[in-house]
């Protein structure tokens, strides 16, 4: 029987940072051109005032202190509030590309491999650049990786179910070594004149190399227990920004063209999904919640990290048990909860058990049960 082990792994962090004061600065900025704009019509009622945001509802809310972005001036200009990021030639690599090749070189370096030892690219994210050429085949051309590579999205569940979709490819012998690569450009379709959402996404790509357990050294990365995928249809996270959008003029430009959500919804509908994904997991691998050493979850909402860690613990879980980006990264879509597993790894030894669990649009769920060889 063929075993799948993660062997390696990469991360690609933009250089500019936003913290929350500077993000407030220019949401507040906005408001007050936009509330000055239009006082007539918000005298006459016929326009609701917008009001102003603050760090401190930001970090109480989310727990998040600052992302990383692609651009950040684009972003902090009050009469633009978007990133500039320009287009780029067809014979220039995408910007996708550049980030999700930095990341797989780090990961190829950790597993001591290189691009010659891989037989795939799954590119797994929130939001793609383009339709087609798949990014992924572009990444992999740069690389100077032989065989296959394709593209999917299933939100920020994208990377797990791509991990999944790479066990599977390792297991059945249709490749011996797949690289599964998420850059996710958050930035690009965040709304950051909503209040409710401004503060929420950052920029990075991660990058994990998934090979056979017979082509590692002894003891080296994590062995795949287990993977566990649910969806579930739900409206209460949505972006229709897509390609039948110039069909119908009247759409173009309304803020449903980038990320809306209805947040308590998501939070009292989602947790408790995950929770269970996660314990009904472990009951099929005869695990109980205590043999896990580590939890690296989605990284969205702080209050919402402790709440699913408490209901499949029976207890609140310390920083080490599951451990905190938010503060650094924001949420960064799929690549949320391979960065908390790529940065809060090291310390475990032979045998420690873990689960990478994300969860989001779908409603999406993609939880894996790892083991330190």
Same mark, same amino acid.
């Given at each position: 029987m063929i075993k799948a082990v993660i062997s390696g792994t990469g991360l690609y962090t933009p250089p500019a940072t936003i913290d929350n004061d500077e993000l407030v600065e220019a949401f507040n900025q906005y408001v007050e051109?936009?509330?000055? %704009?239009? /006082?007539?019509? &918000?005298?006459?009622g016929?326009?609701?005032?917008?009001?102003?945001?603050?760090?401190?509802?930001? %970090?109480? /809310?989310?727990? &998040?202190?600052?992302r990383h972005v692609i651009d950040k001036d684009g972003i902090l200009d009050p009469k633009r509030m978007k990133p500039y990021i320009p287009e780029r030639g067809n014979e220039e690599p995408s910007v996708q590309c550049d980030m999700a090749v930095a990341a797989c070189r780090e990961a190829l370096e950790q597993a001591?491999?290189?691009?010659?030892?891989?037989?795939?690219?799954?590119?797994?994210c929130s939001n793609l650049q383009r339709a087609y050429p798949a990014v992924s085949i572009e990444v992999q051309e740069a690389l100077g990786i032989e065989g296959f590579a394709y593209d999917m999205n299933v939100a920020c569940s994208s990377a797990t179910f791509g991990l999944q979709a790479a066990v599977n490819s390792v297991e059945n012998g249709s490749a011996r070594s797949v690289l599964v690569v998420s850059p996710e450009i958050c930035s690009g379709h965040l709304n950051f004149r909503d209040r409710d959402s401004h503060f929420i996404f950052?920029?990075?790509?991660?990058?994990?190399?998934v090979e056979r357990e017979e082509d590692t050294s002894k003891g080296q990365g994590f062995e795949i227990l287990g993977t566990s995928l649910k969806t579930k249809f739900s409206n209460n996270i949505r972006n229709n920004f897509g390609f039948l959008n110039r069909a119908d003029d009247s759409g173009v430009g309304k803020p449903d063209k980038l990320f809306v959500?209805?947040?308590?919804?998501?939070f009292k509908e989602v947790s408790p999904l995950v929770a269970e994904t996660i314990q009904k997991q472990l009951q099929s691998?005869?695990?109980?919640?205590?043999?896990l050493r580590r939890m690296w979850l989605h990284q969205a909402n702080l209050n919402m990290n402790q709440l699913i860690a408490r209901k499949?613990?029976?207890?609140?879980?310390?920083?080490?048990?599951?451990?905190v980006i938010l503060d650094e990264y924001a949420n960064t879509s799929s690549a949320g909860s391979i960065i908390a597993f790529h940065k809060h790894k090291g310390d475990l030894v032979s045998g420690d058990l873990g689960v990478i669990c994300s969860f989001g649009a779908g409603y999406s769920i993609g939880s894996v049960v790892v083991r330190r060889r």
């Open positions: 051109l936009f509330n000055a %704009e239009n /006082a007539d019509a &918000i005298a006459s016929d326009v609701t005032p917008l009001q102003p945001s603050s760090s401190s509802f930001i %970090e109480k /809310a989310s727990g &998040i202190k600052r001591g491999k290189s691009a010659q030892d891989v037989d795939a690219v799954i590119v797994a950052g920029d990075a790509c991660t990058a994990i190399l959500q209805q947040g308590r919804k998501v691998l005869s695990l109980a919640p205590d043999d499949v613990l029976g207890r609140d879980a310390t920083e080490e048990e599951a451990p």
